[in-house]
């Protein structure tokens, strides 16, 4: 019966995280594989949705989202972003930043098409490419920082390159694309006629007093990027799959097309819960967010490095690769089945995160916890001497 599988299915590969996040469920251990966010959702945000719900806003919204929910991401992103979007034609509410991602490259990429990447990547984004068939193409960053060559994104480039895709704040390596970095990025895209993709979902968890730069805000770019975000991680509410793309209109209709086509709308009355958030939450609640998330990442690699774990220290977003090259095993999942098995901490493999054999030295873990765990986690690190 297998070859009643579409032929792309041989490509795609479970996800590591979610083996992982299943492997910690069977030994009863604490997940830091899967960034699940299971920190308080801020009580409006709830109070709207379960209001929407006794309203009877229950049924289908537009295919792009409900407008009252369009508008606040409208005035979201010319205040915190620099990007002017016309709620009625430029922005689409969908399945979560990973709907959004999936629609946009439904859309926009035909088989064949190539797009860089950079590397460590966050597996989801490969397996949507693949399952359009586009070919991903890496552009390596080095460790700690993850920095990369502008040499290197042109090397990358063919006739066949059509986009380039930007995450920052970056899963799995956390790392924050300067402006610097952007603004040479936005010159080899204008120069070479390529759209680029920007998964912006991590933009409020930045560190070290970093501010948060969109690619589409750069001269020139706002026609040739699609933005992606959500609030899915800044409220909590993974569950909820609450995300957005924004794009010039002629891109945004196709994109909205697909989005109908997959899914039809978001969930409606959760749509109403995440436009009372934006428009209700003041300043000081992202603010706090980010102060919040450094502590745990600072006590949490503080741990790490205690146990001979090496970090590479994240800039934003909430993952740490670390390097466990000491642990027993000569892989990345032996090591995170050994940390399993002897302390009952999951954390992904980083296999998931790198094309080439040095993926093999490192475990990403996800400090998206309550501190209670995060404390837990420290205590069971502390245990491999």
């Known amino acids: ?46 109070r709207a949705a379960a209001d929407a719900m006794e309203r009877g806003n229950n049924t289908y919204s537009r295919y792009d989202g409900l407008f009252e929910l369009r508008q606040a991401v409208a005035r979201k992103l010319a205040q915190y972003n620099g990007i002017a979007a016309d709620p009625e034609t430029d922005i689409t509410i969908s399945a979560g930043a990973t709907g959004a991602f999936h629609c946009a ?6 088989p064949g098409d190539e797009v860089i990447l950079f590397e460590p990547y966050y597996q989801y984004h490969i397996s949507a490419l693949l399952a359009v068939e586009a070919v991903p193409v ?31 704040p970056g899963n ?38 970093r501010r948060h730069a969109s690619l589409a805000s750069l001269p020139g770019m706002a026609d040739r990027t699609i933005t992606i975000g959500g609030y899915s991680k800044t409220f909590s509410i993974t569950g909820w799959r609450i995300g957005y793309s924004i794009a010039a209109a002629r891109w945004a209709q196709a994109i909205g097309a ?13 749509q109403v819960g995440v436009a009372v958030g934006i428009q209700e939450l003041p300043d000081m609640f992202y603010r706090d967010l980010a102060r ?94």
Request: glycine share 6%; net charge neutral; with cysteine.
């Open 1 to 46: 019966m297998e070859r009643h599988i579409n032929r792309r299915m041989a490509t795609l590969a479970h996800s590591e995280i979610r083996a992982m996040t299943q492997a910690c469920v069977q030994a009863k251990g604490l997940n830091m594989a899967q960034g699940v966010c299971d920190t308080p959702v801020p009580p409006v945000v709830l």
């Open 172 to 209: 799995p390596s956390g790392k924050v694309f300067s402006r610097q970095e952007l603004e040479s990025l936005a010159a080899v895209a204008q120069q070479h006629d390529l759209f680029v993709f920007t998964d912006e979902i991590y933009e409020y968890f930045l560190y070290d007093d």
């Open 292 to 385: 919040d998330y450094q502590r745990k990442r600072d006590r949490f690699c503080r741990a790490l490095t205690q146990a001979g774990l090496s970090p590479s220290i994240p800039q934003g977003a909430y993952y740490v690769l670390a390097d466990t090259s000491r642990l027993p095993g000569t892989t990345g999942k032996e090591r995170a089945m050994f940390l399993l098995e002897t302390i009952g901490l999951a954390g992904v493999p980083g296999e998931a995160f790198f094309s080439g054999p040095e993926g093999r030295k490192f475990i990403r873990f996800s400090y998206a916890k309550v501190d209670a765990d995060i404390d837990d986690a420290c205590k069971r690190i502390a245990r491999l001497g």
């Open 105 to 110: 490259c439904l859309a926009l990429l035909s």
């Open 258 to 270: 697909m989005n109908d086509l997959l899914y039809v709308c978001a969930p409606t009355p959760l």
């Open 138 to 168: 890496m552009v390596k960053m080095g460790a700690p920082d993850w920095i990369f060559s502008s040499a290197d994104v042109e090397r990358a480039i063919t006739p066949r390159t059509k986009a380039i895709i930007v995450n920052s």
